[in-house]
Nanobody, 125 residues
Framework: QVQLVESGGGLVQAGGSLRLSCAAS????????MGWFRQAPGKERELVAA????????YYAYSVKGRFTISRDNAKNKVYLQMNSLKPEDTADYYC??????????????????WGQGIQVTVSS
């Protein structure tokens, strides 16, 4: 069982930056693939970024490529999402998720077994 807790959300002006953190419980964090999803009001949840267990592979949605960076610190059981050049369309609830399929990048929402409670990010224009 893995418990995930997000932090670092809030209100920021367009063009600004935020860094989301996700703290994971459990001794096998380093074997999990991790992802950040987001869900804007009235829209479906979408994958923003993902990282494999070994930190060797990453994935980014086209809409955030070049602006967001996913990283992980297996020693601290944490995964991060650095968000730069934020836009109003980045406003959403952001969720951290973990999958036991850690060796490759996992893009399907249904393949993530564990989820955080979500954290709000609001970007004002």
């Amino acid at each position: 069982q893995v418990q995930l807790v997000e932090s670092g959300g809030g209100l920021v002006q367009a063009g600004g930056s935020l860094r989301l953190s996700c703290a994971a419980s459990g001794r096998t964090f380093s074997s999990y693939g991790m992802g950040w999803f987001r869900q804007a009001p009235g829209k479906e949840r979408e994958l923003v970024a993902a990282i494999s267990s070994s930190d060797s592979n990453t994935y980014y949605a086209y809409s955030v490529k070049g602006r967001f960076t996913i990283s992980r610190d297996n020693a601290k059981n944490k995964v991060y999402l650095q968000m730069n050049s934020l836009k109003p369309e980045d406003t959403a609830d952001y969720y951290c998720a973990a999958t036991t399929e850690g060796s490759t990048i996992v893009t399907m929402e249904g393949d993530y077994e564990y989820w955080g409670q979500g954290i709000q990010v609001t970007v004002s224009s």
